[in-house]
């Protein structure tokens, strides 16, 4: 399918026209009548793909850290996952709407020697970003929280103390992050 460049150019432009309809439709509503709603709209699409970003990462690297340690308790032989007692227990722990939470997650996975205690930390503070993304609507507005109103305010996602939102700030998170999915996955058997 990827081999042949017709069907992929037909795939590009078949997603980009759902794209722009998508987009029509959910942000560029009133974009000519109301310009302070489609300011306002702009706003909630940055915050949407901020939020993407962070919830993107998260997925990949705790999708990878399931089947990492799943494949760590029953070994390399994948079918055991789902055709043992065994395998279809550990699938309902890291699978299951009611299994482990990310931090136990990380927990096993630290206790099984499978990442380290900086990547453990590390991928602690991505879950904490993950919290926020996915508890809170507007994403871009100050913590007030224990402050006074003379106080300065900091944003909501804070990476390394800068806003998420700054281009740079979400470009050194993907990079950070990325760089550990691609350590875990070369780890992968």
Known sequence: ????PKTVEAKIKRLTREIEEIDQFFYKVNEIDDRASYAGMLERKRDDMV???????????EDLLNSYIAMNVLGNDRRRLSHTHAGQALQKMLFGGGGLGFEMKLNLARALGLVSTKTKDRLAVLNTLRNKCSHNWLLKKPVRRGKRPVQKKPPLLLYEGRDLHNVATLEDFA?????????????FP
Do not use: F
């Not at 990079?175 to 780890?187: D, M």
């Open 51 to 61: 939020r993407s970003t962070v919830l993107q990462i998260h997925t990949a690297i």
């Open 175 to 187: 990079s950070e992050y990325g760089a550990i999915y691609v350590t875990l996955w070369l780890k």
């Open 1 to 4: 399918m990827w081999d042949n």
